[in-house]
């Protein structure tokens, strides 16, 4: 089975940093990814790590600690924009489909504020 | 076009009615998911589909029913459903089964009253 844990709320000035941390515990882990969700929208992919360490996307960073069973999305310069539901992902082996699946948190809502 | 495309956007139906819900994918992907988004709760995948062939999970009540007709197209049947059933239901494509960038539509919004 999965367990994955994130916050449920964060609020953020915009310009600032904000750190979404999401934790897990999974077997047959291969890889971890991060959506964004805004209110109303489609969740729609952001970053993918696999091996540990720091994913640098623009504004956006991931990091990825297999040992620790934790990842943290980054977002520098907030930008009202951001203002949306952050999901974490485990994909693990899922026996239902024989195959490797994502397994997604409840989501962290961010609100960036001015 | 959208990579994703769901129809309808909204659905409001009796427990005793039969409707579908209806997705199409134009980004040539290989597989095709349905996920359940309840409030205050995770994404539930509910049905994966590769190449056109059915990966169930059992743990879906039989009162939603898939169907994959080709590729680009999927289906959700729903039956005698239950006002726990009222949630956002999202469709998903995938290049092949085993990757985790999925490519979502907008969601078909059902009440069930």
């Known amino acids: 089975g999965q367990n994955i844990d994130q916050p449920t709320e964060m609020t953020a000035t915009e310009g600032a940093i904000v750190q979404i941390n999401c934790t897990y515990q999974?077997?047959?882990?291969?890889?971890l990814f991060w959506y964004q969700q805004h209110a109303g929208e489609a969740p729609t992919f952001l970053s993918y790590?696999?091996?540990?360490g720091l994913e640098e996307k623009g504004r956006f960073s991931s990091f990825l600690s297999r040992s620790k069973g934790y990842s943290y999305l980054l977002l520098k310069e907030l930008q009202m924009k951001d203002s949306a539901s952050y999901l974490c992902?485990?994909?693990?082996?899922?026996?239902?489909?024989?195959?490797?699946?994502?397994?997604f948190g409840k989501g962290t809502k961010l609100s960036v504020i001015p | 076009e959208t990579g994703v495309t769901q129809t309808p956007r909204h659905l409001v139906m009796g427990m005793t009615n039969k409707k579908s819900l209806k997705c199409e994918q134009h980004?040539?992907?290989?597989?095709m998911y349905w996920y359940k988004q309840s409030a205050k709760k995770p994404l539930e995948l509910m049905f994966v589909?590769?190449?056109?062939?059915?990966?169930e999970n059992n743990s879906v009540p039989s009162r939603f029913s898939p169907e994959c007709p080709n590729s680009s197209h999927l289906f959700l049947h729903l039956h005698t459903l239950q006002p726990e059933d009222s949630a956002l239901y999202l469709c998903?494509?995938?290049?092949?089964?085993?990757?985790?960038?999925?490519?979502f539509g907008e969601g078909s919004r059902l009440t069930v009253l």
């Open positions: 998903a494509s995938s290049e092949d089964r085993n990757t985790g960038e999925l490519f």
């Open positions: 999974t077997s047959g882990f291969n890889g």
């Open positions: 790590n696999v091996l540990d």
């Open positions: 992902a485990v994909r693990d082996l899922y026996s239902g489909a024989g195959s490797y699946q994502l397994t």
């Open positions: 980004l040539g992907h290989n597989a």
């Open positions: 589909y590769s190449l056109e062939e059915r990966v």
